[in-house]
């Protein structure tokens, strides 16, 4: 029997607040994901990459490649290159360290249209002896940041793992993604569109734009040339001034700076208090847009 104040009892009581202390919900996402260095460290995110083969080098997102040099080795590539998400084995790994002092984990991925990686992460979840939840975010690029950065800030606020879910959300359901695609060279090679859509739609320049809407990608508008792009711009910046609340923007291009940063000071000019950032987008998404394709996204909050 353990007496009251025994050092062994004190010692108990001690390992006790200790694990409390440091058992805060931790916050997991893949790299796909558009977020700043500084994001990372600043709200304690840990991303899992993922990785790029491009003709027969295997590449790690954001270790052994940065989206600069990815960019220029797909446009010299001979074949499209393909991604793949992390092993299992990775992810449970990850999850087991991660949980080792008891801390709850909350792993956020892409929407499953575009990648498996939720889905594994969900096997490692069920295997790993760590308390783990898996989100699909129905997102991806910065439209999943947006979720990402408030687990984030919730988790070390102290918030519950039902508190952070719910906020998570809410999130999730005032975010809006649009993706302009310049060519869909990439997004027929990847078996997204038929072969017949994309041949007519490149012998005609047609640009078409996509909206992401509960993780699969529609056709919003499309066109002929540049003016078609341009229009929606005009139209959606337009919209986006008469809105009061919103959070975040951002943009996320493959090698399209010169157009991007043209939006972007319009934005600017007319939205000058909110936050926007722009950026490379990821290996996994430059794959299937193709080149000159970028992505706006922006999320709302009452």
């Known amino acids: ?63 052994t490649i940065t989206r600069p040099q990815f960019i220029d080795l797909m446009n010299q590539s001979a074949a499209l290159p393909k991604t793949s998400q992390p092993p299992i084995g990775e ?22 249209a575009i990648s498996g990686t ?3 992460a969900r096997q490692a979840a069920n295997l790993s002896q760590s308390e783990v939840t898996v989100v699909d975010t129905r997102e991806t690029d910065r439209g999943m940041a947006f979720q990402v950065i408030r687990a984030a800030q919730l988790a070390q606020a102290g918030a519950s793992k039902k508190e952070i879910l ?28 038929s072969k017949v859509t994309g041949l007519i739609s490149n012998i005609l320049n047609m640009k078409v734009i996509f909206e992401l809407v509960d993780g699969e990608l529609n056709v919003q508008t499309k066109g002929r040339g540049m003016k078609t792009v341009n229009n929606f711009m005009r139209e959606l910046i337009a919209d986006l001034v008469t809105k009061s ?40 998404i430059a794959t299937y847009a193709g080149m000159g394709a970028f992505a706006i996204m922006y999320y709302t909050e009452d």
């Open 1 to 63: 029997m353990i007496k009251i104040g025994s050092p062994i009892k004190k010692n108990l009581f001690c390992k006790k607040v200790w694990l409390e202390f440091v058992a805060t919900i931790k916050i997991v996402t893949d790299s796909s994901v558009q977020l700043t260095p500084e994001e990372i460290e600043q709200y304690n995110i840990t991303v899992i990459p993922l990785s790029v083969m491009i003709d027969g080098t295997v590449y790690t997102d954001g270790k």
């Open 91 to 112: 992810f449970i790994k990850l999850f087991d360290q991660l949980g080792a002092d008891g801390s709850p984990i909350i792993a956020l991925h892409m929407t499953d």
């Open 118 to 120: 939720v889905n594994t």
């Open 166 to 193: 719910a906020a998570i959300e809410r999130v999730r359901h005032s975010t809006k993604l649009y993706m302009a695609v310049m060519t869909l060279d990439n997004i027929v090679k990847g078996g997204r569109v």
């Open 245 to 284: 609340n919103i959070k975040g923007i951002g943009i996320s291009h493959v090698a399209a700076d010169s157009v991007v940063n043209k939006f972007k000071a319009d934005i600017q000019t007319a939205l000058p208090k909110v936050p926007l950032l722009v950026r490379d987008t990821s290996p996994i």
